[in-house]
């Protein structure tokens, strides 16, 4: 078999059927990686064990431990996220593609505002131990993420904003909190124009992914007071590019059955790659001309690889890829992708913040909250010259006093069957046209 002897993915050509397992799902990493692991930016062996307390600690050596924590948790928070998205999308087929780091940016912003189980709750779901983490440390790792991402390169832009309904009033030192360390944009506008203010939103998010995303929001739910917007934008390329004269149209195994036609980019060279023997997938390191690399994984059997991937994995990938000479075929794609999370949050542990045991009452004092959606969509362009990638995450924040309860109003015409309940037998049956007569 072609993976005994080496990673080979110029055997892609000529073996095509032993790539049956191929899913377009194989792209997905991609951007979890850019992101959360760059090149060069491994801290996954720092030292997790100090006293097992941040307080203990000095103010620097403290930051440097939280820090840690944090983006550890992140990382773990994406392959969590990612196995229940993929045991969802399983069935249909679909592509999946999101931004853990802009989910974990919205939801830790939400946790500010969050109190006792809610809070907790999150927590939890996010990887951070409230015992060895205080939300304050949480909100300073978040802020040096950010600024270190804005910092870093022309790339890439991540960021927050906050939209907050102009009647509603929000506790100062919440939203100062998402200002000083989710270095959020915040605005006011009216949440009973729900069009106007969805519109307002999206114009937001479109303008922030140069495009890419421009409906984020759907629908809002009238009673909305504030809605959370967490955004990222990446556009890399290639630190040596595709040639587009070597670009053919080739076929895609999306399963046994299913061959569609795509246009196959071509390149020949050195690269660095890695064969997993333990779970049978060949790993392709294909950096771009800054500190962010895209991984592409192609298992033989895609499940082995999404039941097992982790940081680890990918922390031995990137120690142990060796450089060699490849023929490297890579399909030119744009997709898209939407997801409502309130389910997969759930299941995940965090279910408080979307009913009536939500505690939200850092954001406001006197009003009772909760959760209405949390929504993420993103995008992904891959072609000769580099790859875009967008997502957005929205969490829509809405009163439970003002929670809308369905009206049935028999003001018109109707009709009405007076049944028995065992037998089903029909008693009475008529309509009313009009009541007075
Ligand atoms: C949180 O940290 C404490 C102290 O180190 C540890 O005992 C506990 O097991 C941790 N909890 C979780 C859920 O990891
Ligand atoms: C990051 O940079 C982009 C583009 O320069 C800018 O639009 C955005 O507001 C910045 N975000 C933050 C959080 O500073
Ligand atoms: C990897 O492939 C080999 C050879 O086809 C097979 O024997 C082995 O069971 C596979 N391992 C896994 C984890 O699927
Ligand atoms: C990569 O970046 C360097 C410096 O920023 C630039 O000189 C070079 O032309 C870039 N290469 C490509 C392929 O864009």
């Not at 944090?70 to 999308?89: E, G, I, P, Q, W």
């Not at 962010?292 to 082995?304: A, F, G, R, V």
């Not at 006197?366 to 580099?386: F, I, M, P, Y």
Request: aromatic content about 10%.
């Amino acid at each position: 078999m072609f993976h005994s002897v080496q990673p080979v993915f110029c055997c892609w050509c000529f073996h095509q059927e032993k790539f049956t397992m191929i899913r377009a799902a194989v792209a997905i990493w991609i951007l979890s990686a850019v992101i959360c692991v760059g090149r060069g930016h491994h801290h996954d062996h720092g030292n997790h064990s100090h006293h097992g307390g941040a307080d203990q600690d000095t103010a620097q050596d403290g930051g440097a431990n939280t820090f840690l924590q944090v983006t550890s948790a992140n990382k773990d928070f994406a392959y969590r996220l990612y196995r229940k998205l993929a045991a969802h999308a399983d069935s249909e087929g679909k592509n999946i593609f999101f931004s853990p780091s802009s989910v974990s940016v919205a939801l830790a912003a939400l946790s500010v505002g969050a109190r006792g189980e809610t809070h907790h709750q999150l927590f939890r779901g996010l990887g951070f131990n409230d015992s060895l983490l205080t939300q304050t440390d949480v909100d300073q790792s978040f802020q040096k993420l950010l600024k270190k991402t804005n910092d870093t390169s022309q790339d890439i832009s991540e960021g927050t904003a906050v939209f907050v309904d102009h009647k509603f009033k929000a506790k100062a030192d919440f939203l100062e909190t998402l200002m000083q360390s989710y270095l959020a944009d915040g605005f006011s506008v009216d949440f009973s124009e729900t069009t106007d203010s969805a519109n307002t939103i999206n114009k937001y998010v479109e303008d922030k992914t140069n495009g890419k995303i421009d409906k984020l929001v759907e629908g809002l739910d009238e009673s909305t007071v504030m809605y959370l917007i967490s955004y990222i934008y990446y556009k890399g390329k290639w630190a040596t590019p595709f040639d587009p004269h070597l670009t053919r149209e080739d076929l895609f195994m999306v399963d046994e059955n299913t061959k569609v036609s795509v246009q196959m980019m071509y390149k020949q060279r050195r690269f660095d790659t890695y064969y997993d023997r333990a779970i049978n997938t060949s790993v392709l390191h294909l950096p771009f001309n800054s500190s962010y690399s895209m991984l592409l994984l192609l298992p033989d059997d895609m499940s082995t690889l999404e039941n097992a991937i982790s940081q680890a994995h990918v922390t031995k990938w990137s120690k142990w890829m060796t450089s060699s000479t490849h023929e490297v075929f890579i399909p030119k794609f744009s997709i898209k992708t939407s997801y409502k999370l309130n389910g997969v949050l759930k299941e995940m542990g965090m279910t408080d913040m979307f009913g009536e045991s939500a505690d939200l009452s850092g954001i406001s004092d006197g009003n009772r909250l909760s959760v209405s959606e949390v929504v993420h969509q993103a995008t992904l362009d891959v072609d000769e010259a580099g790859a875009t990638a967008a997502a957005a995450t929205g969490v829509g924040i809405m009163l439970l006093s003002f929670r809308h309860i369905p009206v049935l109003k028999f003001n018109r015409p109707f009709m009405v069957i007076i049944t028995e309940r065992n037998t089903k037998q029909i008693l009475f049956m008529g309509k009313i046209i009009n009541p007075n007569i």
